[in-house]
C-alpha cells in the first residue's frame, strides 16, 4: 500500500467512517441473530420497532442522496433490501419527516418523528430521531452519522 493510501486511512473522516461502518455493520448483525434464533418468537414492544424503523430513515437518505435521489418524503427514499424501509410507526400513524441541508458544507440533518401510541404530535410518549448525514468527499458519497432518540418513553428506559 502506498504511503498516500495509508495516510488517507488514518484521516480523521477516514477513521470515522470505518468506525460508523463497524458500528452499523454490528447493529445490523445484531437484528439479524435476534431474528433468525427464533422466527416465531414475537416482536418486541412497539416502542422498539418503531425506534428500530426509525433508525433505518438516515441510512436511506444517505442512499437517495449519494443517488441523486429526491429526500422530500419518506416514501421517495429508496428502499433497502433486508430493511423495513416502513413510513408508519407500530401504531400505524405515519412518520413526521424531514431532512434539511446545513446552511454550511454538504451535511444533512434528518429528523422523523412517531407521535406515539396516542397519535397526538407533542406529547409525552412522542419518539423523535435525529441524524446527521455526512457527505465524505474523497468518497463522493453520504453517510448516516450520529442518530440520537429523545422522548421521555426512551430516556426513562427504554431498551
Known amino acids: 500500500m502506498s504511503d498516500s493510501a495509508v495516510s488517507r486511512l488514518k484521516s480523521p473522516k477516514a477513521i470515522a467512517l470505518i468506525v460508523l461502518t463497524i ?6 448483525g445484531y437484528n439479524l441473530v435476534g431474528m433468525l434464533s427464533d422466527p416465531s418468537k414475537e416482536p418486541s414492544d412497539p416502542i422498539t420497532e418503531t425506534r428500530r424503523s426509525m433508525g433505518e430513515i438516515p441510512g436511506r437518505v444517505a442512499k437517495a442522496l449519494t443517488d441523486g435521489a429526491p429526500v422530500t418524503t419518506l416514501d421517495a ?30 451535511n444533512w440533518l434528518v429528523t422523523a418523528r412517531s407521535n406515539g401510541a396516542d397519535g397526538l404530535p407533542n406529547t409525552e410518549d412522542d419518539i423523535v430521531m435525529t441524524g446527521v448525514i455526512e457527505y465524505i468527499p474523497e468518497y463522493k458519497e453520504y453517510v448516516a452519522g450520529l442518530t440520537e432518540f429523545d422522548g421521555a418513553r426512551f430516556e426513562s428506559g427504554g431498551e
Do not use: I, T
Open 23 to 28: 458500528v452499523a455493520v454490528a447493529l445490523v
Open 77 to 106: 427514499l429508496p428502499p433497502m433490501e433486508g430493511w423495513k424501509n416502513a413510513s408508519v410507526d407500530e401504531w400505524k400513524n405515519p412518520f413526521v419527516f424531514e431532512a434539511a441541508k446545513q446552511p454550511r458544507g454538504n
